[in-house]
């Protein structure tokens, strides 16, 4: 939405994918009375359904554009999209709300000319987009919203700063971590549909059994069944989430318990891994220096991820989805 640089771009979408962080929040008690137009509360303070609706309704254009207005009755594990995004979006603001309450108790502070300069950028921008110009006219996304919004990008980009000095993150320690990162794993699997049946299966392997003689003979993937169950290198990002985390964690030689995925129950057994000190011969400089900077990026999210569910923990968070319209 903002012009501003790559990295300014990339963080508030950590805001985003947050949805899985709030599924433990406060319910208020049946019989409080609430303002239909409260969705939320972080540490008493409220969060209003129209600052909901602003933010959602740009999400809902960028999901039209890719996607179309079909999406939103598409079901992912039982749930509409339009669900899904309702609820990414009410923990993206429960997310900047206790990223501001931080950031004031803190005496993290955000240049306010830059914001002006950033604001009157993008307006600049917006007068020549006269489609998305219409847009934010038509939903009320007024300087006051654009410049909140700005403001937010900018105080995550310093909360994080600070973060990485507090943790003592430094350049040395970094740079080892991103050496030692696993960016590829190699696993063949065991795919069955029916539970009871992984389970069986499950305790042959146990038992110690041959894994690639039950892959050929059990294993409902097709597609590798004849290949001893071998996936091959993958990198992160190319399997179901909950295949990629039970793959990555494990360590080479170890057999999963099961994991379930939209295909069915998966048997894992990892065959090796891959750091970005093994890629140093297999691929170039340009590649290399590219990786290094993905998985930087990575570590840095996943550092501030979990201070974020820290705050969570910390924090008296109460939702009221029957507000949200």
Known sequence: MIQMNKRLLVIPMILVLLVGIFTGCDKAPQDAKVDENVIARVNGKEIDYESFKK?????ERRYNELYTENIWSQEINEKTVLEIVREQVLDKLITEELISQKAETDGITVDESKIEETYNSFKENLEKDEELKKFYEENNLDEEFIKKQIRMEFTVVEYETMLLEEIQLDDKKLDEMIENYVVQVSASHILLKDEKK?????????????FTTLA??????????DNNGNLGYFPRGMMASEFEEAAFSLDVGVISELVKTDHGYHIIKVNDKKTIKDLRDEISEEELAAERENVKARIIQNKFIERIEELKSEAKIEKFPENLK
């Open 198 to 210: 992984a389970e069986e299966i499950l305790a042959k392997v146990k038992a110690g059994e041959d």
């Open 55 to 59: 933010n959602f309704n740009i999400i």
């Open 216 to 225: 050929n003979e059990h294993s409902e993937d097709t597609s590798v069944k």
